[in-house]
């Protein structure tokens, strides 16, 4: 049974500063990741996929992805506000197929102005 | 355009009460998914339709009964719930069900279900 692990925070930043958001999980055979955005109340929104150890950057945001020690982090610099919301890890489940994603609980961001 | 629709927002019914969730994507996905999520809990699983069958279905009651018309659209059709049912019902919609990023899944605003 494939596990996702994140630390469920809060985790409370001053606005301006890098937010760390980490992920570990159990199969080392997992290929693919993503990060999800959900605020409070509403749907997840994808914020990144990442496939291939190393980083990967879309504007404030940083996925890194480190197979060996089996782990997955979000950056997202210049933390704003309107970042404050819970960010979800997930990856395929069972059969490698993205069509039962697992996800972790999820760690609830703080950014404080 | 990478909307997923879902109606209602928000439902109300009894537990001997018969409704129907509506999702509809027109992005030309092949899945599409029903998900249910409690508070502070991530969303988890519950079909996978894929090229309009039922691909996936993670042993859910049958009082959920899913229905897919055309690869547009999906329904969940829901009977004699319990109060525990209440919860955010989220449809997702994907190209397909590979490990391309071009299939990852985009979800709809949700449909918030109580359960009287």
């Known amino acids: 049974q494939k596990e996702v692990e994140q630390n469920s925070g809060p985790l409370s930043v001053p606005e301006g500063a890098i937010a760390s958001l980490n992920c570990t999980y159990s199969?080392?055979?997992?290929?693919?990741f993503f990060w999800y955005r959900q605020y409070s109340g509403k749907s997840p929104e994808l914020i990144m996929f990442i496939y291939s150890n190393g980083d990967k950057e879309d504007g404030r945001f940083t996925a890194q992805l480190n197979k060996a020690s089996q782990y997955v982090s979000l950056l997202i610099r210049d933390s704003q506000p309107s970042d404050s919301a819970t960010y979800l890890c997930a990856l395929p489940g069972e059969g490698g197929s993205q069509g039962n994603l697992i996800f972790g609980k999820g760690t609830k961001l703080s950014v404080k102005p | 355009d990478t909307e997923v629709t879902q109606t209602p927002k928000h439902l109300v019914m009894g537990m001997t009460n018969k409704k129907s969730l509506k999702c509809e994507q027109h992005m030309g996905h092949r899945a599409m998914y029903w998900y249910k999520q409690k508070a502070k809990k991530p969303p988890e699983l519950m079909f996978v339709?894929?090229?309009?069958?039922?691909?996936i279905n993670e042993s859910v009651p049958s009082r959920f009964s899913p229905e897919c018309p055309n690869s547009s659209l999906l329904n969940l059709h829901l009977h004699a719930l319990q109060p525990e049912d209440s919860a955010l019902y989220l449809c997702a919609s994907s190209f397909g069900l590979g490990l391309a990023g071009t299939d990852t899944q985009y979800f709809g605003p949700g449909t918030r279900l109580t359960v009287l």
């Open positions: 199969d080392r055979g997992s290929q693919s």
């Open positions: 339709y894929s090229y309009e069958k039922l691909s």
